[in-house]
């Protein structure tokens, strides 16, 4: 299996344009979480789908982030409009009913300026 | 709610030294235990874990025990290598949720 597949893998993008995020999660796996880390925060849980349905979304910081997941193998995260404290590297995970092993993605770097 | 605690970084060591990376944890009920590993460059990868109190996990020569009485679940290596440099996170499970609780990650260096 080709594991979990995030893209871009880097984006750059002014303040007020839109990002999308792209995660493709492993074949099988019913849950797909989605993570920012930052040097100051650490690793936070933006929110997270079972069966392509929404669970939790109490970590999605405001109203400008939003996350989709219109079928098993597909899953986007869009940020609208992007603002340069949106900085941070956003890690798609995926993991079958232990949700304790996850499979994690490479990641996307996201630099707003 | 559920928390873990790691100790702050960063950690460099001389390569064949011993490696402790501590951890504590605050949760309700009964917490399955993981230790996950975090390459340059790379996403998380679960390193080990325990599922309950006693048990000791290990992998890759590194070890951790769960110790209810404490709290804790200390990471530990008894030699390590250069190429076991990265960031260690220490994480939660309360079982029954789908969310695991990470802590902040301690990143370690060996320098040869």
């Known amino acids: 299996d080709a594991g979990v597949i995030q893209s871009p893998r880097h984006e750059v993008t002014e303040m007020g344009q839109e990002v999308t995020l792209r995660c493709k999660p492993i074949?099988?796996?019913?849950?797909l979480f989605w993570y920012r880390q930052t040097m100051m925060r650490g690793l936070e849980l933006l929110i997270y789908?079972?069966?392509?349905?929404?669970?939790?979304d109490s970590g999605m910081p405001e109203d400008r982030f939003s996350a989709k997941m219109p079928n098993a193998s597909f899953s986007t995260l869009k940020i609208q409009p992007s603002e340069p404290r949106d900085s941070a590297v956003y890690f798609c995970?995926?993991?079958?009913?232990?949700?304790?092993?996850?499979?994690f993605g490479p990641g996307t770097r996201l630099t707003v300026t | 709610g559920n928390s873990v605690t790691q100790m702050e970084g960063p950690v460099t060591l001389s390569e064949e030294a011993f490696l402790t990376i501590n951890c504590t944890y605050t949760?309700?009920?009964?917490?399955?235990l993981f230790w996950y590993v975090q390459y340059p460059g790379e996403g998380l990868q679960l390193l080990l874990k325990?599922?309950?109190?006693?048990d000791k996990g290990s992998n890759k020569g590194f070890e951790a025990t769960y110790r209810k009485e404490t709290t804790s679940f200390h990471l530990e290596k008894g030699s390590v290598q250069v190429s076991d440099s990265a960031v260690y996170f220490c994480?939660?499970?309360?079982?029954?949720?789908?969310?695991?609780?990470f802590g902040i990650g301690t990143k370690l260096q060996v320098i040869p």
């Open positions: 994480a939660l499970d309360s079982g029954g949720y789908q969310k695991v609780t």
């Open positions: 074949s099988g796996h019913d849950y």
């Open positions: 789908f079972n069966n392509n349905v929404p669970i939790d």
């Open positions: 325990a599922t309950k109190a006693d």
């Open positions: 949760a309700t009920g009964y917490p399955s």
């Open positions: 995970a995926s993991s079958g009913p232990r949700a304790y092993e996850q499979y």
